[in-house]
């Protein structure tokens, strides 16, 4: 009987289907005060909103690509559409979401997660969200988990507006001012103070449409003393032109409050990936990220934490796998502006075929920042002679009263182990691709389980060549 390989036991077509454009409006390509105008009619934005949208594109329009990461040039803001939206409204029952859409992400696995193990999910199709729906018993808490649009014209309006791109400001970057300009869809969230979610939110999106753009914004509000985990995952189908993500996650989390927020980002091999993400943390709280990325042909993606009460904290565990024509820049910020806080960066980078893998973090200490400890350890494993593997640390200490730490290692897979375990009846595919999932250990049991699961067969994937 012949040896099933992994690439038969684990199809990528889970990703990489493609569902015929059925979409009911989208703008023209391109970037204009008139496209811009459009997209907030269509989604009948209230004045403030509208104003902002078309500051936002001013904004981008005045500053420079960046021009200290991998290289854009093949993104075309001119050939981006920047809203589509599909042929349905949000659905709150999964019986009511089309069929083409709804077969989507059943094949993804989202509704059967959702009766798993999740306390409410939300699924973005394109530029809109197409279904969403939250447990009686997390409602009956008082938490809201709804999406943007809704909490954007609903009664916590004045809650978004307060909150709203304050983080993550159009002039921190030009894409967070495209982001500004063009946004639609994402989850909004808000968790009530000394209240528990016992199992984790859930939002997926999936980018269907070729040479498009995902502009999705991520809220999430933790009260005091509250307790929270949130699930983020992303796909996107392969398609032989140019598409583009540019979200936005914010989160606020409260005093004594503790929030996790996991995502596993597997877009396909076309897409620039230019997301931005932040949190600000009061005093005793706790932010955790926990993240993987695996898709992209560019990624440029450092979640940042504001440590801004006493005593907060922050834990980030990353890995990236950068495979062939790919360029991924990932890593962490933070800054600690408060006495007492502490933070922990731990990452692993795979680099294979000429991959390109760069790790950058930054850790910021105040002058109020006393008694601080921060520590950041990166690993980068290289498993061929044409890849490459770059650690990037900058620090900026202003306080003498301060324990901050930064170590990196690059190393790639020894003979020796390969040879042990080929000697143990392993072929050199399986004994490599062992290795790489035991390298990468400590981030896949920091994930749900069913992202964990997923990142090791998306290893034993790339290590079989098969995802292109």
Wanted: proline share 4%; with cysteine; aromatic share 8%.
């Amino acid at each position: 009987m012949r040896e099933k390989s992994y690439v038969e036991d684990i199809d990528r077509s889970i990703y990489d289907f493609k569902d015929d454009e059925k979409d009911a409006y989208k703008v023209k390509a391109g970037l204009t005060p008139e496209i811009v105008q459009k997209i907030s009619d269509e989604k009948k934005d209230p004045a403030w909103m509208q104003l902002f949208r078309l500051r936002s594109l001013q904004i981008y329009n005045q500053m420079p690509i960046p021009d200290w990461g991998p290289s854009i040039e093949g993104l075309n803001m001119d050939d981006i559409v920047t809203y589509v939206r599909p042929n349905t409204k949000m659905k709150a029952k999964w019986s009511d979401v089309p069929d083409d859409i709804k077969n989507t992400f059943e094949r993804l696995g989202i509704p059967q997660a959702e009766r798993k193990s999740l306390a409410g999910v939300g699924a973005q199709y394109d530029s809109e969200l197409v279904y969403h729906n939250v447990r009686a018993e997390v409602a009956a808490q008082g938490v809201v988990y709804t999406d943007m649009e809704s909490a954007l014209h609903g009664e916590y309006a004045d809650m978004v507006r307060k909150h709203f791109m304050k983080l993550v400001k159009p002039t921190d970057h030009k894409f967070a001012a495209l982001h500004g300009a063009v946004w639609s869809g994402g989850s909004f969230v808000y968790v009530p103070r000394g209240v528990s979610v016992e199992i984790p939110l859930q939002s997926y999106f999936r980018l269907n449409a070729p040479g498009a753009g995902q502009f999705e914004h991520t809220l999430i509000i933790v009260d005091e003393d509250a307790d929270l985990h949130f699930i983020e995952g992303c796909s996107a189908p392969k398609y032989n032109v140019a598409n583009l993500h540019a979200g936005c996650v914010e989160l606020f989390v409260g005093k004594n409050a503790r929030l996790r927020y996991s995502t596993i980002e597997n877009w396909s091999k076309n897409m620039y990936n230019l997301n931005t993400k932040r949190a600000q943390v009061e005093a005793g709280g706790k932010i955790e990220w926990v993240s993987g990325s695996f898709g992209s042909h560019v990624s440029y993606l450092y979640p940042m934490s504001v440590l801004k009460g006493k005593g907060a904290k922050m834990e980030f565990t990353g890995i990236t796998f950068a495979g062939k024509g790919q360029n991924l820049d990932t890593g962490a910020k933070v800054v600690h502006s408060a006495p007492d806080t502490s933070s922990y960066i731990n990452t692993k980078s795979i680099s294979k075929d000429g991959g390109i893998s760069t790790f950058r973090s930054s850790v910021s200490a105040t002058k109020a920042a006393k008694n601080t400890k921060s520590a950041v350890s990166c690993q980068s494993l290289m498993l061929d002679d044409i890849s490459r593997s770059d650690t990037i640390p900058a620090m900026d200490i202003r306080t003498k009263d301060a324990n901050i730490g930064h170590e990196a290692q690059i190393g790639s897979i020894s003979d020796e182990a390969v040879f042990y375990l080929m000697s143990r009846g392993m072929t050199e595919e399986d004994a490599r691709a062992c290795i790489v999932s035991g390298f990468a250990d400590d981030v896949s049991k920091e994930l749900p389980l069913e992202y964990a699961v997923e990142m090791n067969n998306l290893i034993r994937l790339e290590m079989k060549g098969s995802i292109g």
